[in-house]
């Protein structure tokens, strides 16, 4: 194929121009914000501004679809973050039992670091030009094709592909129409989702985490009707995110440094984790509107195509969103490198891998998010949000019943293990005839541990009141 043009520079359409450009494609990149300093990248990427990208100043995760992604398709970019201070982290050490898995692994690591890496990484090979400060304003079109697109500079690029690579704005929609082109049928469903953030660093370097990690990659816990989490980082770093309705106006005090603390110090496991002789802040706590999940429909045209965001959107809380977006991206990179034009056939095989990878998370994402917000709502005295609830994907109480066999069988912690880490989805997992038999004759936990009891709703706002007539 030609030319290429990406329009874009996040995650994913970094990955793709890299995977392309790997490939001996010309790729160019237009990305809007502003070109990333020099330098180590930790530092880098902390003084990187990227105020069109709001969500990578918040908590990212990297799970083992997107570990197992790099190894296969972009094994430089993890060697390149692990010499930069990313860690992995084996999962099978939390296994009730000896487990014979190797993708089962995460990464600690940044978004920003990611980005950095996958930045060097693309614009090193001959093939790929990046271009910031560049804003694709619209499509050059020939009947039913796109053959290019204009900037906001009065550029004019031709192209045999385009790629949007815009994130969740999806930009080609408003390309399309301006050229009068229907976009196509998008579905979404509601995440209901505000989240506050603040990243952390470990006083002593290379030390351990301030605590134990209860949640394989993660300590504390999603309940019910706030969630509180932290996740390490690189280098030392780590982040914690408070969750908590959008419309819930009691808790958007937890905006307040001295409130978010208070709030961590009461949510179970995460007191060692804002233990000030322990950890310092890095900066504010920052707050964030999360999207609703998003399935967009396939482009009308060909020659042009969605990768990432711009493609799909799930619900940030489930840490699904990141690895799904380098996973799509290097796998249209190779089916873009089979087909020699960007001609219907290729459009079709974007809409098969939308259909395999995407659609399957984006419909759990809608039941998941769906189910925490009503869980949400009914413990702050709200309306239930929706009387017609998605289709759960896998019985409640099926799931439910795996997730305590997971104690005490290696076969059903494996398989649970590798959904909520996007490797397979529950769908798939419990398509396995064998699968819900095991299930069922798993033994009882003989040792269960102790249960930790978040505070009620009444605990958490009295923290909140006391700590602002405090002053924070």
């Known amino acids: 194929m030609g030319a290429i043009v990406i329009a874009g520079g996040g995650t994913a359409g970094l990955a793709l121009a890299l995977a392309l450009g790997e490939r001996g494609h010309r790729v160019r990149v237009l990305e809007r914000g502003e070109t990333p300093p020099d330098g180590p990248v930790s530092k880098s990427a902390e003084l990187w501004r990227r105020p069109a990208v709001p969500q990578a100043a918040h908590d990212h995760v990297l799970n083992a679809l997107g570990v197992r992604t790099l190894r296969r398709h972009a094994p430089e970019v993890l060697t390149a973050l692990l010499e930069d201070g990313a860690r992995l982290l084996d999962l099978r050490t939390a296994a009730p039992g000896d487990v014979d898995d190797a993708d ?21 090979l001959p093939s790929v030009t990046i271009s910031h400060g560049t804003v694709v304003t619209g499509l050059l ?8 697109v204009t900037t906001d500079s009065g550029e004019t690029l ?4 385009v790629v949007d690579a815009s994130g969740r704005r ?3 929609r408003t390309w399309l129409a301006a050229a009068g082109v229907p976009a196509g049928k998008d579905l979404t469903g509601a995440s209901h989702l505000r989240a506050f953030g603040r990243f952390y660093r470990v006083r002593e370097p290379g030390g351990s985490p301030p605590g134990p990690l209860n949640r394989g990659n993660a300590a504390g816990g999603i309940w019910g009707h706030y969630s509180a989490v932290a996740h390490p980082a690189d280098n030392d770093v780590f982040a914690i995110t408070l969750g908590t309705l959008p419309g819930d106006h009691a808790t958007t005090a937890l905006r307040d440094p001295g409130v978010f603390t208070a709030v961590c110090g009461i949510s179970p496991h995460l007191l060692p984790w804002v233990d000030e002789n322990a950890v310092e802040p890095m900066g504010p706590v920052r707050v964030i509107g999360m999207p609703p999940n998003l399935l967009r429909g396939n ?8 990768v990432g ?20 991206a290097f796998q249209l990179a190779v089916l873009i490198d089979r087909h020699p034009s960007a001609a219907a056939g290729l459009g079709r095989a974007a809409a098969g891998l939308t259909d395999e990878l995407l659609r399957p998370w984006y419909e759990q994402g809608v039941h998941d998010s769906w189910a925490r917000v009503e869980r949400w709502r009914a413990a702050t005295g709200a309306p ?13 109480d099926l799931w439910a019943a795996a997730i305590e066999a997971t104690a005490t069988d290696p076969v059903v912690w494996r398989g649970v293990t590798r959904a909520q880490t996007s490797l397979t989805t529950p769908a798939r997992l419990f398509a396995d005839e064998h699968f819900p038999s095991r299930v069922r004759q798993a033994p009882a936990d003989p040792a269960p541990p102790p249960e930790t009891t978040p505070p009620t709703r009444t605990e958490l706002l009295e923290t909140i009141t006391a700590t602002v007539r405090k002053g924070g």
């Open 170 to 172: 999806c930009a080609s």
């Open 158 to 161: 031709a192209a045999d592909l």
């Open 384 to 396: 239930p949000a929706s009387r017609r609830p998605p289709m759960p994907p896998v019985p409640p």
């Open 141 to 148: 079109l020939d009947t039913d094709r796109a053959t290019g």
């Open 309 to 328: 965001d711009a493609a799909c959107v799930t619900d940030p809380m489930f840490g699904r969103g990141l690895s799904l977006a380098l996973t799509h």
């Open 299 to 306: 482009s009308p045209l060909m020659g042009l195509l969605r």
């Open 104 to 124: 089962l692994v995460t990464l600690f690591c940044r978004r920003s670091v990611l980005d950095l890496v996958l930045h060097r990484c693309a614009s090193a």
